[in-house]
C-alpha cells in the first residue's frame, strides 16, 4: 500500500456525518444459522459522533433515530465520551447490541476522560481485541476489533474494526502510517472491515494523496456503482452548523472531504 506524501491545512472531524450504509454482496449468500435468520446481506453504519457537550442530547437523539429507522447490522462510533455514551445506551433501540469494548466506561476512563471508539454488533461477539497503534505516542490511538459468529454463516467468521486516525496537517504522515499499521494488523483475517473517521482528504484540497490500497483490500464507497471520490463527502461546512463552527477563519473555502472510510477485505 502506497499513500502519496500530503500537506494540508487544520482539519478536525467534529460533527455527527454519515458517510454511508451499505450492503455487503460479496460472500454473503450463504444463509446464517443464527437466531437472526437466513441472511443475504449485512448493514453498516459508522459516525464520528463529536465530543463536546454542544447540544449533545439533541444530537444523540437525532442519531439514535437514524440507528432506528436503518437499523443496521454493525455500529462503529468515534469520539464517544462518557456523556454521549450514556445518552445513546438509554435509547430502546441499545440493547439490541452487544458492545465492544464490554466494558467501554472504563476504557474512556483510562484516557482521563479522553472520547474513545466503540463497536455495537447484532451478532454475538466470540473475540475482541483493542491494538494500541504503534504510530500514535502522542495522540493514543486505538484500533478496536471483533471477531462476531454467524454474521454470515455458522462457517465464515466476519470480523468487524473501528479506528480513528490523527487529524491536522502536520500530522498527515502520521496518519499515513496509522493506516498501514491498521490493515497490517487486519490482513490476517479473510473476511474483514474497517471503518471510522480516517482524516483522509483526497478532495477538493488535496490534503492527502491518494489512497493505495493493498490489492486484496477494496474501498467500500467506490466499490458501489457511481461512487467516486468527490461525490461521498462525509464533512461538509456548507450543511452542517457543527462543522462550520470550526471553519478556519483564515479561508472562505468551504472545506468538504470523504474523511470517513470503509474498508475491506473479503
Not at 494540508?8 to 455487503?24: A, E, N, Q
Not at 435468520?37 to 442530547?57: A, D, E
Request: aromatic share 10%; hydrophobic share 40%; net charge positive.
Amino acid at each position: 500500500m502506497a499513500v502519496l506524501p500530503f500537506s494540508r491545512g487544520p482539519l478536525l472531524i467534529l460533527s455527527m456525518l454519515i458517510i454511508t450504509v451499505f450492503v455487503l454482496r460479496a460472500f454473503l449468500s450463504v444463509p446464517s444459522a443464527s437466531s437472526l435468520g437466513s441472511r443475504r446481506q449485512i448493514t453498516m453504519l459508522t459516525f464520528n459522533i463529536w465530543y463536546p457537550s454542544v447540544k449533545m442530547k439533541a444530537r444523540m437523539n437525532a442519531l439514535g433515530e437514524i440507528v432506528q429507522n436503518l437499523k443496521p447490522d454493525f455500529l462503529t462510533f468515534q469520539e464517544v465520551t462518557l456523556d454521549s455514551l450514556a445518552l445513546l445506551r438509554r435509547q430502546h433501540w441499545f440493547d439490541r447490541y452487544n458492545v465492544v469494548p464490554r466494558h467501554p466506561e472504563v476504557e474512556i476512563r483510562k484516557h482521563e476522560g479522553k472520547h474513545f471508539v466503540v463497536i455495537l454488533t447484532v451478532y454475538p461477539v466470540d473475540k475482541w481485541f483493542i491494538y494500541p497503534l504503534k504510530n500514535s505516542p502522542v495522540y493514543h490511538r486505538k484500533l478496536v476489533r471483533a471477531e462476531t459468529k454467524s454474521a454470515v454463516s455458522s462457517n465464515v467468521r466476519f470480523v468487524i474494526a473501528t479506528t480513528h486516525l490523527v487529524h491536522a496537517a502536520s500530522n498527515t504522515q502520521k496518519r499515513e502510517l496509522q493506516l498501514r499499521e491498521t490493515l497490517k494488523v487486519l490482513s490476517g483475517y479473510k473476511n474483514v472491515c474497517v471503518m471510522g473517521d480516517m482524516n483522509i482528504n483526497e478532495g477538493k484540497f488535496k490534503a492527502d494523496g491518494e489512497v493505495v490500497l493493498p490489492s486484496s483490500w477494496s474501498d467500500a464507497w467506490l466499490s458501489l456503482p457511481e461512487n467516486t471520490v468527490s461525490n461521498g463527502n462525509t464533512w461538509d461546512q456548507s450543511r452542517n452548523a457543527f462543522a462550520s463552527m470550526q471553519s478556519n477563519t483564515n479561508t472562505t473555502k468551504i472545506y468538504k472531504a470523504r474523511v470517513d472510510r470503509v474498508f475491506c477485505k473479503l
